[in-house]
């Protein structure tokens, strides 16, 4: 599912050295946390699974496709197998519920008839069904939050990036939205949270990778794997 070999990345602005020699895999059906201090690499190391950086050394493979030749074109295609769930929610204020998660499928290219089975679908699976008229400014952050999935969610992809997924919310409903991943993950997909949160991630048994000054100081290497149902 990923793949990094001996990656390094070095900011060629500042000389920084964001990640150092970093060689993981995670393979398809994990939960992984991916945890680490403000400027570990953490983003860095999104940012290269998303194809938004490229690595200065090594190779790295994403869904078989290897990242560090992958032409412009190709890109959109990495992506589409990724669900990206943000810290600020990135909703569209003048859109409801129903409206933010449909647009997803839209922008992909899926038919109205698709769209009108899917995205209730996927609500009641995020538990917000009721809210589908409802727009962003009425909802609270976890209820956001659980938007931001729905629409991660929506196109069915192989993989589930959420990028500090808690930051904005309660600490109450940053557990509930973990444990919504978990139940995410028991259905197949594979799951990649990364946070600065360690109390919470200690509240889950699942594999922990730690980052610190751009190289993995730690694995726990525990991990469950499942087969799609």
Known sequence: M??????????????????????????????VFIVGSSGAGKSTFLKLIMHEETPTRGSITVNDMHLEKMKRRKVPYLRRT???????????SKMTVYENVAFAMRCVGKKNRTIKKRVPYIL???GLKDKAQDHPSELSGGEQQRVSLARALVN???????????????????????????????????????????????????????????RVISDSGEKETFVAI
């Open 82 to 92: 990724m669900g990206i769930v943000f810290q600020d929610f990135r909703l569209i």
């Open 124 to 126: 009641d699976l995020v």
């Open 156 to 214: 069915n992809p192989a993989m589930i990036i959420a990028d500090e997924p808690t930051g904005n919310i309660d600490p109450e409903m940053s557990y509930e939205i973990i444990e919504l991943l978990s139940e995410i993950n028991k259905r197949g997909t594979t799951v990649l949270v990364v946070t600065h949160e360690h109390e919470l991630v200690k509240s889950f048994n699942k594999r922990v990778i730690t980052i610190e000054n751009g």
């Open 2 to 31: 990923i793949e990094f070999k001996n990656v390094s990345k070095v900011y060629s602005s500042n000389g920084a050295h964001a990640l150092d020699n970093v060689s993981l895999n995670i393979e398809k059906g994990e939960f």
